[in-house]
């Protein structure tokens, strides 16, 4: 879809009341890395990612966001 533009981001879990909210996943820019203007990024998570609970991801799923 695209170039990989990974390595300009950490992936981490949220944080809620100052505990890890393992149902979400928080993307954050490095802060040295810049992202280009007007432009659309897509993110994929791969499928067979493993899961703390239950079954692996069935298969990818993408996400964009535009800047």
């Given amino acids: 879809m695209g ?3 990974g390595a300009l981001f950490e992936l981490s ?3 809620r ?4 909210a393992r149902r ?4 954050r820019r490095i ?3 810049q ?3 007007n432009t659309q990024y897509f ?13 692996p991801l069935a298969e990818d799923y993408t ?3 535009s800047t």
Avoid: K, M, N
């Fill in 13 to 15: 879990f949220a944080v």
């Fill in 31 to 33: 802060p040295d890395e």
């Fill in 43 to 55: 993110v994929t998570v791969a499928r067979g990612l493993a899961p703390l609970t239950g079954l």
């Fill in 24 to 27: 979400f996943v928080e993307l």
């Fill in 63 to 65: 996400f964009s966001f």
């Fill in 17 to 20: 009341d100052g505990q890890p």
């Fill in 35 to 37: 992202l280009l203007d």
């Fill in 3 to 5: 170039e990989d533009a």
